[in-house]
């Protein structure tokens, strides 16, 4: 396709400013955006604040899991503790995996799961669907939930609130990100509590740290989270 202003990528936010800006000026229930082939959504509030992957997917979870109760909801590595939490408070059983798309499937489908979700804004539903990541048929999703009356902050709202950094991203070569990953895995494994599903994610009470080696690029990927910032900020240099 052709996109001349910006890339189509939904979870960037200077590439949704126009969409951020339309709904500003308009009297509208959300702004949604897809990617270039229409896999990925993003997501804007009434209030023009960015509704994140994993804060959508909560949002998605509350409806799933008011007809399944106890189903499991997957995510990926990078996605917050607010998400974990809202999950099981809905009655849920929340299941980290491995970031990636195809993995992301085949383990819905091993474990029966009706509904996962990536920070990337690929969204699956095999709750009244076909187990894939549609953007389309996700805004559709999204559109019904709303109907109710539910404003999309004050469904945002419920989920528990952490600071995060955005997606670090370092270069290096692909020989290197493995190994460095193994070499941090080895240092903190004996002092920390880690999961090491993809990558390292060393987990606190009240937040983490994630490294990982990407699927696709000779890059190491790092997110941090915390209850306050003050507490991100230590986690980030430990």
């Known amino acids: 396709g052709n996109f001349p202003n910006h890339l189509a990528d939904p979870t960037v ?12 000026d ?14 990925r959504i993003g997501v804007i509030d009434e209030n023009a604040g960015v509704i994140w992957g994993d804060v959508l997917l909560a949002i998605y979870a509350e409806d799933v899991l008011k007809r399944m109760p106890g ?11 607010g998400l974990i ?10 299941l980290m995996y491995k970031t990636g ?14 509904l996962a979700g990536e920070m990337s804004g690929h969204v699956f539903f095999a709750d009244r669907y076909y187990g894939f990541d549609d953007a389309i048929y996700a805004s559709l999703r999204l559109l019904e939930i709303i109907s109710s009356g539910n404003k999309l902050s004050e469904l945002a709202a419920r989920v528990p609130k952490y600071f995060a950094t955005p997606e670090i991203r370092i270069e290096t070569t692909d020989e290197k990100k493995f190994k ?3 070499k941090l895995k080895a240092e903190l494994s004996g002092s920390y509590k880690i999961i090491d599903i993809d990558g390292v994610r060393v987990d606190f009470p009240d937040g983490w740290g ?15 989270e ?3 910032k003050q507490r991100l900020e230590e986690i980030r240099n430990l």
């Open 180 to 182: 460095i990953v193994e």
């Open 226 to 228: 915390a209850k306050t």
């Open 210 to 224: 994630l490294i990982r080696a990407s699927n696709t690029q000779p890059v190491l990927v790092l997110r941090f």
């Open 26 to 39: 308009s009297d509208v229930a959300c702004g949604i955006g897809f990617d270039g082939d229409g896999d």
């Open 101 to 114: 798309h195809s993995l992301i499937k085949a383990k819905m489908k091993a474990e029966n799961s009706p």
């Open 13 to 24: 936010v200077e590439h949704i400013s126009t969409l951020i800006n339309k709904v500003k």
């Open 71 to 81: 189903a499991k909801i997957i995510f990926e590595v990078k996605c917050s503790k």
């Open 85 to 94: 939490e809202r999950i099981k408070e809905l009655g849920g059983i929340p």
